[in-house]
Nanobody, 124 residues
Framework: QVQLVESGGGLVQTGGSLRLSCVAS????????MGWFRQAPGKERDFVAA????????YYADSVKGRFTISRDNAKNTAYLQMNSLQPGDTAVYYC?????????????????WGQGTQVTVSS
């Protein structure tokens, strides 16, 4: 069992930055690929970014490429999402996900474990 707890969300103006953190407890963090997803009101949950177990490979949705950076620190059992140049369209609840399969994270919206989500609101 893996428990995921996100933090770092909040209210920011257009063009601002936030860094989300996802702390994992339970089974070996480095055994899981990590991902970030988001869900805006009235919309489906969308993929944002993913990173392999070692952190060597990352993948991004086109909508955030060049603005967001996913990273992980396996010694701290933590994954991060650095979000720069935020826009109102980035407003959503952001969820951290842990999966035994990196391919599953980048090709589906399924994951083995999910966090509770953290709200990000970008004002215009």
């Amino acid at each position: 069992q893996v428990q995921l707890v996100e933090s770092g969300g909040g209210l920011v103006q257009t063009g601002g930055s936030l860094r989300l953190s996802c702390v994992a407890s339970g089974r070996a963090f480095s055994s899981y690929a990590m991902g970030w997803f988001r869900q805006a009101p009235g919309k489906e949950r969308d993929f944002v970014a993913a990173i392999t177990k070692s952190g060597g490979v990352t993948y991004y949705a086109d909508s955030v490429k060049g603005r967001f950076t996913i990273s992980r620190d396996n010694a701290k059992n933590t994954a991060y999402l650095q979000m720069n140049s935020l826009q109102p369209g980035d407003t959503a609840v952001y969820y951290c996900a842990a999966s035994r399969s990196y391919n599953a994270l980048v090709t589906t919206t399924s994951s083995d474990y999910w966090g509770q989500g953290t709200q990000v609101t970008v004002s215009s």
